[in-house]
């Protein structure tokens, strides 16, 4: 069993910034990809970016050159960091953890962007 906290959302002005963690805890040494996803009220739940062990990253054409994902390996702790935020990047942001049999999920953190 792996659970999974994020943290860092919160309000934030259209253009601004913001950088959020994962923190994995539990059964993690077989974990290999972490990933970020986020859902708007109404929408479905997307894939944002995702990192694996060995460092090989993935990112979605919507926040491609905004949005930089990174790994602690030690840890097991991966970090969102957000640039030029846009109001349509307001959502729930979840982090999601697999390892070779199965994929685990945190309670998301609110991001809203607004002026």
């Known amino acids: 069993q792996v659970q999974l906290v994020e943290s860092g959302g919160g309000l934030v002005q259209p253009g601004g910034s913001l950088r959020l963690s994962c923190a994995a805890s539990g059964s993690i040494r077989s974990t290999y990809f972490m990933g970020w996803y986020r859902q708007a009220p109404g929408k479905q739940r997307d894939f944002i970016a995702s990192i694996t062990s060995g460092g090989s990253i993935i990112y979605a054409d919507s926040v491609k050159g905004r949005f930089t994902i990174s790994r602690d390996n030690a840890k097991i702790t991966v970090y969102l960091q957000m640039y030029s935020l846009k109001p349509e990047d307001t959502a729930v942001y979840y982090c999601?953890?697999?390892?070779?049999?199965?994929?685990?999920w945190g309670q998301g953190t609110q991001v809203t962007v607004s002026s």
């Open positions: 999601s953890a697999r390892t070779t049999i199965e994929t685990y």
